[in-house]
């Protein structure tokens, strides 16, 4: 054997060697541990004053852990950017940031069902001095939209034929008010929710009142936001459904997502789509 062989062989074994290696059900069950990513986005996913998991993604997540019999939960807290990453390095088991269900996704990591739907939203500066009721308004002249790295809303935008040069990229929500309130943007298009959060936060911005929904190709944007899983997690995924199908028909898991804002709307419609109709690209 030439020494050229021996030396690919060696990298070759170190690169599977070094690949990341999702857990199995069985062996976060055999650790008691489970490591669970979230965005620090209000209301999906993120970490309370007191240090404490909070939002939908996690209420449920623990009520869903604890029937699984998994007692402890290492929360994790990064980018919104950087969730699938993780989860494809291995730096979490899960994601409960709602994050929402579409085909590019799902090409990526795999999904548990459904467990929230959600419209969209912008936040603008007090008054709305441009008058900015819809995200087709960046569509022409200089007004700039400010998103945040990895959400829909850019593809969103880029469906409605907003420019480029017309949209600011953020890294974090926590980023957004100043944007807004400095100028730097005329605009963050979120979902409602997280639009809505934001503007309470602070006398400078405000939610836009006569928002008009995104039309895309035809339909008017919802989206599904579900828990989500390394693709070789299938097990720990399919446990997640088990449990989360017998308690979406429940009372609780309907206050658990209504504490948090969402309405009975939104409630009702979390259950419309499957998770086979979102990640097809031929969905409705």
């Known amino acids: 054997m030439s020494k050229t062989v021996t030396a690919a062989a060696a990298v070759a074994m170190a690169l599977v060697a070094g690949s990341a290696s999702a857990a199995s059900l069985q062996d976060i069950k055999d650790k008691g541990t489970v490591r669970i990513a979230i965005a620090n986005e209000i209301p999906y996913g993120y970490m309370d004053m007191n240090g404490d998991a909070k939002g939908a993604g996690p209420d449920v997540a623990k009520h869903i852990m604890n029937e699984l019999g998994i007692k402890n939960i290492k929360w994790v807290t990064t980018n919104f950017s950087s969730l699938i990453p993780g989860l494809q390095a291995d730096r979490f088991d899960m994601v409960a940031a709602e994050m929402a269900v579409n085909p590019e996704r799902c090409q990526k990591v795999i999904y548990s069902e459904p467990n929230s739907s959600y419209g969209e939203g912008l936040m603008v500066a007090k008054g709305n001095p441009k008058d900015i009721t819809a995200y087709s308004d960046f569509k022409d002249g200089d007004k700039k939209v400010a998103i945040m790295a990895g959400a829909d809303q850019l593809d969103m935008l880029q469906k409605l034929g907003v420019p480029q040069d017309n949209m600011v990229t953020l890294q974090s929500n926590s ?5 807004v309130a400095n100028g730097r943007a005329d605009a963050y298009a979120a979902t409602g929710l997280t639009a809505a ?3 309470k936060k602070s006398g400078k911005v405000q939610i836009v009142q006569n928002f008009k929904d995104p039309v895309v190709d035809g339909s008017e944007v919802r989206s599904w936001g579900a828990f989500a899983f390394n693709e070789d997690s299938k097990d720990l995924r399919d446990a997640v459904n088990k449990v989360l199908t ?11 997502l209504e504490s948090y804002g969402f309405t009975e709307a939104d409630v009702k419609a979390s259950s419309q789509k499957t998770t ?9």
């Open 246 to 256: 017998k308690y979406k028909k429940t009372d609780a898991w309907a206050k658990d």
């Open 197 to 199: 959060q934001l503007a």
């Open 276 to 284: 086979k109709e979102l990640c097809s690209a031929k969905q409705s």
């Open 175 to 179: 980023d957004a008010i100043s944007t």
